[in-house]
């Protein structure tokens, strides 16, 4: 596990595991207007662990988010979206494992489909879509997202003073 943070790698824990909570936030809210990051860096210069808190204002509604990843420490690898009335646990973030909506009254229901263990195909169908439609609708809002992740992702490591070789090479 530590081979894969060395600053050489260009790759820490945000990059590693937190993308996929923050992908997830990214996706469905767009990007933030406020971002507070904080995290471990180790002596190899890269982060251990780490959280951010994404702050939405959007038409009086006022949103949060907290993500927090480790490659140092274990956790449940249980996401939620907290709520006035409940919250949504995802278990497995990046693969949508298991989804279950728990009501403050503690009413649980499942609302994900059964866990295919063939996942990936889903993401490998979308993939060839794009290449093949050329929907430019479609490749648009793609594109935006990307962007929008990665806008957010440097604004955490430069937060963070997380500064690869290949950022200051020419």
Not at 44 to 60: A, H, K, N, Q, R
Not at 113 to 136: A, C, G, H, V
């Amino acid at each position: 596990m530590m081979l894969i943070l060395k600053e050489i790698h260009q790759i820490g824990a945000l990059v590693d595991l937190g993308i996929y909570p923050l992908a997830v936030i990214i996706a469905l809210w767009g990007k933030p207007c406020r971002i507070l990051a904080t995290a471990i860096k180790l002596s190899t210069g890269v982060d251990g662990s780490g959280d951010i808190l994404l702050s939405y204002d959007e038409e009086g509604l006022t949103k949060q988010a907290t993500i927090s990843y480790s490659k140092i420490t274990q956790g449940s690898n249980i996401s939620e979206f907290q709520g006035e009335l409940g919250r949504i646990e995802i278990q497995g973030i990046s693969q949508l494992k298991h989804i279950e909506l728990v009501l403050n009254d503690g009413t649980r229901e499942v609302i994900s489909l059964p866990f295919e263990s063939d996942f990936m195909k889903y993401e490998i169908k979308n993939f060839i879509s794009l290449t093949k439609n050329l929907n430019l609708a479609i490749q648009t809002k793609s594109q935006l997202f990307s962007q929008e992740l990665l806008e957010v992702i440097q604004d955490v490591r430069q937060q963070l003073g997380i500064v690869y070789p290949s950022d200051v090479e020419s």
